[in-house]
T-cell receptor, first 115, second 111 residues
Framework: DTEVTQTPKHLVMGMTNKKSLKCEQHMGHRAMYWYKQKAKKPPELMFVYSYEKLSINESVPSRFSPECPNSSLLNLHLHALQPEDSALYLCASSQDSLNFGYGYTFGSGTRLTVV | GQQVMQIPQYQHVQEGEDFTTYCNSSTTLSNIQWYKQRPGGHPVFLIQ?????EVKKQKRLTFQFGEAKKNSSLHITATQTTDVGTYFCAGSTGTASKLTFGTGTRLQVTL
């Protein structure tokens, strides 16, 4: 299995809702990432998990809460989002955070719309 | 913080023409990676360069890493419509965990 699977593919949520994005990989990768991508912009790093521990938080607002239940799963919990948080949320994985290896494998993303 | 700029932002070529995108970092990089993102898709890893002055080829694609490890380029020979997409360079100054993406170059190819 050489894929990163993200669910849901699309999500529309109100500003008072709580939702979660899910990401799964079975490549044995030990580093997992959340990126945010706005239209016509590059992906921006949000969080890095290395060996199931949060190693980087790029000053992301607390309304975004990551969780790594095990080495194959990564969640992003969303609460009280703003319309400007609407974007494509990409999950990625790599062999580990010290060895660049074969690059990042990205999931197909969750397209989030906050209304 | 680290900034990675790419030029041009957009290029439209006729099929069969060559294409080059340039990537420049404000800081010295430990490595550079290249990704392609098709319209409506997600970034797909193309290649990684680590050594100063390194050149790698993948069929019609040629990747270079500058001697000072602050710039890189991607050259496509004889473009095809399947080359359409946005090409991102992405660099890191240390460990693999913090990869900063360049601003991207969107390539459009018409017959």
């Amino acid at each position: 299995d050489t894929e990163v699977t993200q669910t849901p593919k699309h999500l529309v949520m109100g500003m008072t809702n709580k939702k979660s994005l899910k990401c799964e990989q079975h490549m044995g990768h030990r580093a997992m990432y959340w990126y945010k991508q706005k239209a016509k912009k590059p992906p921006e790093l949000m969080f890095v998990y290395s060996y199931e521990k949060l190693s980087i938080n790029e000053s992301v607002p607390s309304r975004f809460s990551p969780e790594c239940p095990n080495s194959s799963l990564l969640n992003l919990h969303l609460h009280a989002l703003q319309p400007e948080d609407s974007a494509l949320y990409l999950c990625a994985s790599s062999q580990d955070s010290l060895n660049f290896g074969y690059g990042y494998t990205f999931g197909s993303g969750t397209r989030l719309t906050v209304v | 913080g680290q900034q990675v700029m790419q030029i041009p932002q957009y290029q439209h070529v006729q099929e069969g023409e060559d294409f080059t995108t340039y990537c420049n970092s404000s800081t010295t990089l430990s490595n550079i990676q290249w990704y392609k993102q098709r319209p409506g898709g997600h970034p797909v890893f193309l290649i990684q360069l680590v050594k100063s002055g390194e050149v790698k080829k993948q069929k019609r694609l040629t990747f270079q890493f500058g001697e000072a490890k602050k710039n890189s380029s991607l050259h496509i020979t004889a473009t095809q419509t399947t080359d359409v997409g946005t090409y991102f360079c992405a660099g890191s100054t240390g460990t693999a965990s913090k990869l900063t993406f360049g601003t991207g170059t969107r390539l459009q190819v018409t017959l």
